[in-house]
């Protein structure tokens, strides 16, 4: 049962990330944006991208398939990799809301340059085109070996 718990926390957890990422998506499409809800936007995303870790060791260490299985599981791997990746690339967008989050403060009427904008639609993009294989990796790791 606690297998089924976590992998039912997990699978919530990711679609959860999913929403958020598109969100963000639509949020910067809009032409005047709300930072600050932007912002706690992105802390819900990187909140709930670190409570996908957890629960995922969760599922590793303390799951029904056990270390052995993942171990070895080279599409297991991929899905880690294709997380760290999509992680790394959320950077890009934390940081340029972190940046327009103090401009807000300075000047009420603050909205980012078009070139900005354009560098974080770039990078909310590569994340959720990483969501693709992602996807398939997971399904993959839990068929294999087929």
């Known amino acids: 049962m606690l297998d089924f718990g976590l992998a039912l926390a997990h699978h919530i957890l990711v679609f959860g990330l999913v929403a958020m990422l598109m969100a963000e998506r639509v949020m910067m499409r809009i032409p005047t944006i709300d930072v600050r809800r932007l912002g706690r936007l992105d802390a819900g995303f990187g909140a709930t991208a670190g409570l996908v870790l957890i ?49 807000l403060k300075t000047d009420p009427s603050f909205q980012p340059d078009a070139a900005d904008r354009r560098r974080v639609v770039a990078a909310l993009g590569v994340e959720a085109l990483l969501l693709v294989p992602l996807l398939g990796f997971a399904a993959a790791m839990a068929r294999y070996p087929f």
Do not use: C, D, M
């Open 55 to 103: 629960v995922g060791a969760g599922r590793v260490f303390l799951g029904g398939k056990g270390w052995a299985f993942y171990e070895t599981n080279p599409f297991f791997w991929a899905k880690v990799a294709t997380f760290a990746i999509i992680g790394l690339v959320s950077i890009i967008p934390t940081i340029r809301f972190i940046a327009w989050a103090r401009a």
